[in-house]
């Protein structure tokens, strides 16, 4: 059964970058599907940040997309988070997940089917 | 800003039947499969519903999904009051700028 697990600083300052790594156990990273992250604002709603497949495709958010990127370290079975330049609107409980995705007949199927607990991050000097 | 529209709250009766909505567009629900997931108070969300009709093993079949032009419907049948959470559709937006996108989410409340 496949497990994730998130880790990294809870607290990063306006301006600089948040890190943070996904654990997989399980399952290997490098047998399809692809990786991703969603962020959740306190008493807000779900916000996809995007996602990467082995192969290096990658897809993101359109508001985060000069600030993200994710990676994918096949040898420690992990993958990673890295948002630069941080604000206060960037504090949030991040999760990783498993991601399907698929396309039959131009018809995409996108979903989350495996998610880690998630970790809150507060940006705050 | 979410691209799908949900309402904020439903309720009912435990035994009873609820509906939450999920209303998108052409580039997105209109042509693509939808996702609904379950969400706890301080907990991640679940996967409830996949490809806009099916079931994950251990979900009831109390939970079922379907899908009419751009938009889709969550029922959920015999509410009970572990069924108290909030809801979230979710589905990819093939537009220019797309990816995926979320709904606003709905609160579910049993009486």
């Known amino acids: 059964q496949v497990q994730l697990q998130e880790s990294g600083p809870g607290l990063v300052k306006p301006s600089e970058t948040l890190s943070l790594t996904c654990s997989v156990s399980g399952f290997s990273i490098r047998i399809g599907y692809y990786w991703g992250w969603i962020r959740q604002p306190p008493g807000g709603g779900l916000e996809w940040i995007g996602s990467?497949?082995?192969?290096?495709?990658?897809h993101y958010n359109p508001s985060l997309k000069s600030r993200v990127s994710i990676s994918l370290d096949t040898s420690k079975n992990q993958f990673s988070l890295q948002l630069k330049s941080v604000t206060a609107a960037d504090t949030a409980v991040y999760y990783c997940a498993r991601v399907v995705m698929s396309a039959a007949a131009s018809e995409v199927s996108y979903y989350f089917d495996n998610g880690g607990q998630g970790t809150l991050v507060t940006v705050s000097s | 800003q979410s691209v799908l529209t949900q309402p904020p709250s439903v309720s009912a009766a435990p035994g009873q039947k609820v509906t939450i909505s999920c209303s998108g567009s052409?580039?997105?629900?209109?042509?693509?499969?939808v996702s609904w997931y379950q969400q706890f108070p301080g907990t991640a969300p679940k996967l409830l519903i996949y490809d806009s009709n099916k079931r994950p093993s251990g979900i009831p079949d109390r939970f079922s999904g379907s899908k009419s032009g751009t938009s889709a419907t969550l029922a959920i049948t015999g509410l009970q009051t572990g069924d108290e959470a909030d809801y979230y559709c979710?589905?990819?937006?093939?537009?220019?700028?797309?990816?995926?996108?979320f709904g606003t989410g709905t609160k579910v409340t049993v009486l």
């Open positions: 990467m497949f082995r192969s290096g495709s990658t």
């Open positions: 979710g589905t990819w937006d093939s537009s220019l700028n797309g990816g995926g996108v």
């Open positions: 052409s580039s997105n629900i209109g042509n693509n499969d």
